[in-house]
Protein backbone atom coordinates (compact mmCIF):
# COMPACT_ATOMS: atom_id res chain seq x y z
CA UNK A 1 0.00 0.00 0.00
CA UNK A 2 0.82 3.33 -0.80
CA UNK A 3 -0.03 7.28 0.61
CA UNK A 4 -1.67 9.50 -1.98
CA UNK A 5 -1.59 13.18 -2.37
CA UNK A 6 -4.66 14.41 -3.97
CA UNK A 7 -5.22 18.09 -5.55
CA UNK A 8 -7.94 20.06 -6.54
CA UNK A 9 -7.02 22.59 -9.16
CA UNK A 10 -8.75 26.02 -10.52
CA UNK A 11 -8.99 24.40 -14.49
CA UNK A 12 -7.76 21.43 -16.62
CA UNK A 13 -5.62 23.93 -18.71
CA UNK A 14 -3.56 23.08 -15.91
CA UNK A 15 -2.65 19.67 -15.86
CA UNK A 16 -0.18 19.78 -18.79
CA UNK A 17 2.20 22.12 -16.65
CA UNK A 18 1.22 20.19 -13.82
CA UNK A 19 2.18 16.86 -15.29
CA UNK A 20 5.38 18.15 -16.32
CA UNK A 21 6.07 19.66 -13.47
CA UNK A 22 5.53 16.18 -11.23
CA UNK A 23 8.00 14.80 -13.90
CA UNK A 24 10.58 17.15 -13.51
CA UNK A 25 10.18 16.59 -9.41
CA UNK A 26 11.30 13.33 -10.30
CA UNK A 27 7.72 11.36 -9.93
CA UNK A 28 7.61 8.81 -12.57
CA UNK A 29 4.30 8.98 -15.15
CA UNK A 30 2.53 6.08 -13.72
CA UNK A 31 2.82 7.34 -9.86
CA UNK A 32 0.10 9.94 -10.86
CA UNK A 33 -2.89 10.41 -11.99
CA UNK A 34 -4.75 13.56 -13.74
CA UNK A 35 -8.71 12.98 -13.26
CA UNK A 36 -10.08 14.94 -16.98
CA UNK A 37 -13.26 15.08 -17.86
CA UNK A 38 -15.06 15.55 -21.11
CA UNK A 39 -18.25 16.90 -19.36
CA UNK A 40 -18.14 19.93 -17.90
CA UNK A 41 -20.11 20.15 -14.34
CA UNK A 42 -21.65 23.22 -14.14
CA UNK A 43 -19.65 25.83 -11.82
CA UNK A 44 -22.67 26.32 -9.18
CA UNK A 45 -22.95 22.54 -8.74
CA UNK A 46 -19.11 22.10 -7.76
CA UNK A 47 -19.23 25.15 -5.96
CA UNK A 48 -22.10 23.88 -3.57
CA UNK A 49 -20.68 20.34 -3.12
CA UNK A 50 -17.09 22.21 -2.43
CA UNK A 51 -18.84 24.78 0.22
CA UNK A 52 -20.83 22.17 1.95
CA UNK A 53 -17.80 19.85 2.41
CA UNK A 54 -15.25 22.26 3.09
CA UNK A 55 -17.01 25.18 4.74
CA UNK A 56 -15.36 27.64 2.77
CA UNK A 57 -16.40 29.92 0.51
CA UNK A 58 -14.01 29.00 -2.53
CA UNK A 59 -15.56 29.29 -5.62
CA UNK A 60 -14.70 26.44 -8.55
CA UNK A 61 -14.49 26.63 -12.14
CA UNK A 62 -16.84 24.73 -15.03
CA UNK A 63 -13.56 22.78 -15.57
CA UNK A 64 -11.37 22.12 -12.00
CA UNK A 65 -8.70 19.43 -12.23
CA UNK A 66 -8.27 16.44 -9.28
CA UNK A 67 -4.30 15.06 -9.69
CA UNK A 68 -3.52 11.95 -7.39
CA UNK A 69 0.09 11.13 -6.49
CA UNK A 70 1.81 8.08 -5.18
CA UNK A 71 4.39 8.88 -2.80
CA UNK A 72 6.43 6.36 -0.86
CA UNK A 73 8.66 8.66 1.05
CA UNK A 74 8.96 12.42 2.93
CA UNK A 75 11.47 13.09 0.61
CA UNK A 76 8.67 12.70 -2.63
CA UNK A 77 5.66 13.95 -0.14
CA UNK A 78 7.91 17.55 0.17
CA UNK A 79 8.30 17.56 -3.70
CA UNK A 80 4.64 16.82 -4.16
CA UNK A 81 3.26 19.53 -1.77
CA UNK A 82 5.88 22.00 -3.56
CA UNK A 83 4.28 21.27 -6.95
CA UNK A 84 1.08 21.82 -5.90
CA UNK A 85 1.83 25.06 -4.08
CA UNK A 86 3.76 26.39 -7.42
CA UNK A 87 0.29 25.54 -9.67
CA UNK A 88 -1.80 27.44 -7.26
CA UNK A 89 -3.56 23.97 -5.46
CA UNK A 90 -6.52 25.06 -3.94
CA UNK A 91 -6.85 22.35 -1.80
CA UNK A 92 -5.06 18.45 -0.92
CA UNK A 93 -5.62 15.67 0.76
CA UNK A 94 -3.16 13.07 2.08
CA UNK A 95 -4.32 9.48 2.23
CA UNK A 96 -2.86 6.76 4.12
CA UNK A 97 -2.50 2.97 3.08
CA UNK A 98 -4.41 3.24 0.03
CA UNK A 99 -3.70 1.21 -3.08
CA UNK A 100 -2.98 3.19 -6.25
CA UNK A 101 -5.52 1.14 -8.57
CA UNK A 102 -8.10 2.27 -5.62
CA UNK A 103 -7.58 5.89 -6.11
CA UNK A 104 -7.96 5.81 -10.02
CA UNK A 105 -11.57 5.63 -9.21
CA UNK A 106 -12.07 9.62 -8.18
CA UNK A 107 -15.92 8.16 -6.73
CA UNK A 108 -13.89 6.40 -4.65
CA UNK A 109 -11.13 9.28 -3.23
CA UNK A 110 -14.78 11.63 -3.17
CA UNK A 111 -16.33 8.59 -0.70
CA UNK A 112 -12.86 8.87 1.68
CA UNK A 113 -13.01 12.91 1.86
CA UNK A 114 -17.04 12.69 2.59
CA UNK A 115 -16.05 10.39 5.13
CA UNK A 116 -13.31 12.18 6.74
CA UNK A 117 -15.35 15.28 6.79
CA UNK A 118 -18.33 13.39 8.14
CA UNK A 119 -15.47 12.11 10.97
CA UNK A 120 -14.27 15.76 11.33
CA UNK A 121 -17.98 16.79 12.52
CA UNK A 122 -18.72 14.04 14.72
CA UNK A 123 -15.21 14.29 16.28
CA UNK A 124 -15.52 18.36 17.00
CA UNK A 125 -15.22 18.96 20.66
CA UNK A 126 -18.27 19.47 22.96
CA UNK A 127 -18.99 23.33 23.75
CA UNK A 128 -20.57 25.05 26.84
CA UNK A 129 -21.53 28.12 26.78
CA UNK A 130 -22.16 30.52 29.59
CA UNK A 131 -24.72 33.38 30.02
CA UNK A 132 -21.97 35.91 30.16
CA UNK A 133 -22.42 39.22 28.90
CA UNK A 134 -19.07 40.51 28.92
CA UNK A 135 -15.98 38.49 27.65
CA UNK A 136 -15.35 34.62 26.76
CA UNK A 137 -18.80 32.76 26.74
CA UNK A 138 -17.79 29.51 25.84
CA UNK A 139 -15.88 26.44 26.66
CA UNK A 140 -14.16 23.87 24.80
CA UNK A 141 -13.62 20.60 26.85
CA UNK A 142 -11.32 18.35 24.65
CA UNK A 143 -11.23 14.24 26.34
CA UNK A 144 -13.41 13.83 29.40
CA UNK A 145 -15.76 16.17 30.43
CA UNK A 146 -14.47 17.58 34.06
CA UNK A 147 -16.15 16.01 37.47
CA UNK A 148 -18.57 17.54 39.23
Avoid at 42 to 68: A, G, M, N, R
Avoid at 127 to 146: D, H, K, M, T, W
Wanted: aromatic letters at 10%; charged letters at 25%; one cysteine or more.
Amino acid sequence: MASIITGLFESQSQSHQIGQDLENAGIQNQDYILYLHEENIHKKIKTSIWQYFFKDKTELEDDSLVVSVKVKDPEETEKVKEVFSRNNCIHQNYFENIKFSDAKSLDYLKKIVALRAKAEIFNSPSLNYRGQSEGINAEVNFGNSPES
